[in-house]
């Protein structure tokens, strides 16, 4: 099983339309997570953390599901601008102590007029 | 604030020859750095990361090597370059190994 598991798509919505992003992680131990967003041919970008409530900014919303080892982001009202990789993120520990994080392979989504 | 640069933002370079990619932080002591690599259309590879001066982890086998001569200055290198070795390299920097991790611009690499 892969550490991180995310949908590749390409998910390709309407202008205003609602999407939702699924991701599951292997690591049960794992205590941080993240969304990071990658414009095609560029960096991947801090989109948000992932907190255990769960969290909102703005037209997106994240949330986490421990037992099922689950992370989701909502976006709602979708814009062209949000067409993006957007790449699930969590942490897993390493020999010797510390930690790193591990980044999924990405879900695209294309946003359409 | 935290800024990181990396250069050149693009690289041709011949089969055989020698590489040297250059990442550094400011605004910041004592981060934890990364060096990534992403082939066209894939996910991102960690290659090395580093908790401190002269302190490198190695994730994967390659034909690279990774040095951090300073405290924000973290350097990806290799002596002969191989086909295999294009793509986008991503240099990023972290709190630490929990938090979330900050990218470069990156620098497209492409072997004739």
């Known amino acids: 099983r892969k550490e991180v598991e995310q949908d590749p798509g390409p998910f390709n919505v309407p202008e205003g339309a609602t999407v939702a992003f699924n991701c599951t992680y292997s690591n049960s131990a794992s205590q941080s997570f993240f969304w990071y967003r990658q414009d095609c041919r560029k960096e991947p970008k801090l989109l948000m953390s992932v907190y255990s409530s769960g969290n909102e900014d703005g037209r997106f919303t994240a949330q986490l599901n421990r037992a099922s080892q689950y992370i989701s982001l909502l976006i709602r009202d979708s814009k062209l601008s949000d067409s993006a990789t957007y790449l699930c993120v969590v942490n897993k520990m390493v020999t010797g102590g510390g930690n790193k994080l591990t980044f999924g392979t990405g879900t695209q989504l294309k946003v359409e007029l | 604030s935290q800024t990181i640069h990396q250069w050149p933002a693009t690289l041709v370079q011949p089969v055989g020859s020698p590489l040297s990619l250059e990442c550094t932080v400011e605004?910041?002591?004592?981060?934890?750095l990364y060096w990534y690599r992403q082939a066209a259309g894939r996910g991102l590879q960690l290659l090395f990361y580093?908790?401190?001066?002269?302190?490198i982890s190695s994730e994967v086998p390659q034909n690279l090597s990774a040095s951090r001569p300073q405290d924000r200055q973290f350097i990806l290198s290799s002596k002969k370059l191989l086909l295999s070795d294009s793509g986008f390299y991503l240099c990023?920097?972290?709190?630490?190994?929990?938090?979330?991790?900050?990218f470069g611009d990156g620098t497209r690499l492409s072997i004739l």
């Open positions: 605004g910041t002591s004592n981060p934890n």
């Open positions: 580093s908790v401190g001066i002269g302190q």
């Open positions: 990023a920097w972290s709190v630490s190994g929990y938090q979330p991790q900050h």
